[in-house]
């Protein structure tokens, strides 16, 4: 059991990568505690994975919200171990000239603003025990350009540096912050980006996978749910202030369209007859 009765936060743990995440952490050992809006979804999984799972109502734009959640798991579990900022939304998609500024506020809340409490109250709990991990889940669109809306990416971007500040703090009271940053992943989330419909992970699925440069392959929760596992165990014991990205290749400039490489691109052939 990688996390043996380790106590674990999780939030927007109510479906999506955070669902996987759970079931992950359950599955090696560790105490859930599920905190959503989604109360009714929250709660059928928390039943569903059994006795070491606890689902908590939690708005992490609501600092009170998010002290509550991390108050009742340490009342409960008697310790923090490690807590996953996990909550999202996409937010405005629209051209920067017509983002409404009140929608822009909205969204960095939740994101930055929500990943920002998540931490705050983490700390205060594991720096009593001079021990924890704190995850939180960045995105492709917080380490490069042009691969989300504006808001979201900007948002991203902020938990990136964020978690790499708040690292370099952390790490002397015995924490570890790193982030993950998920490519497009198979979520209801990225179906409402990319369909405007939650439930149609189908179809979803196909545009996932025809925007992989690893063939046949669309991104899926479990795949953030098993990095988000080796943050959170002993074997990361000397990672910290890093951002993993899981996203198949995308952000190294990889196309499902793209020539193999033993054979030379247009340039290198060019570059070769000049003796570059």
Do not use: W
């Amino acid at each position: 059991m990688r996390l043996d009765r380790k106590v674990s936060v999780i939030t927007g743990a109510a479906s999506g990568i955070g669902e996987a995440t759970a079931k992950r952490f359950i599955e090696e050992g560790a105490y859930v505690v599920i905190g959503d809006i989604q109360d009714e979804r929250g709660a059928q999984l928390a039943e569903e994975l059994g006795p070491n799972a606890r689902f908590q109502h939690c708005d992490v734009t609501k600092e009170e919200s998010v002290a509550s959640l991390m108050a009742y798991t340490n009342n409960e579990f008697g310790k923090i171990d490690i807590v996953m900022n996990n909550a999202g939304i996409v937010g405005n998609r629209g051209p920067i000239a017509t983002i409404p500024a009140e929608e822009f506020k909205v969204t960095l809340d939740i994101l930055l603003f929500g990943t920002f409490l998540g931490i705050k109250y983490a700390a205060q709990y594991m720096q009593e025990n001079k021990s924890g991990v704190i995850i939180n889940i960045a995105s492709t669109a917080g380490v490069t350009g042009g691969l989300g809306p504006h808001v979201y990416a900007a948002a991203k971007h902020g938990v990136v540096g964020l978690t790499k500040n708040v690292a370099a703090e952390l790490c002397r009271s015995g924490i570890r912050v790193n982030c993950i940053a998920p490519g497009s992943t198979v979520t209801p989330l990225v179906a409402a980006a990319y369909m405007d419909d939650h439930n149609n992970l189908e179809e979803v699925t196909e545009v996932v996978r025809s925007k992989s440069p690893i063939l046949n392959r669309p991104g899926l929760p479990i795949d953030v749910a098993n990095a988000a596992l080796y943050l959170a165990s002993d074997e990361s014991g000397n990672t910290n202030g890093h951002c993993l990205v899981v996203d198949g290749g995308v952000t190294t400039g990889s196309t499902p369209n793209d020539p193999p490489h033993s054979e030379p691109m247009p340039f290198q052939r060019e570059a070769g007859k000049s003796g570059l």
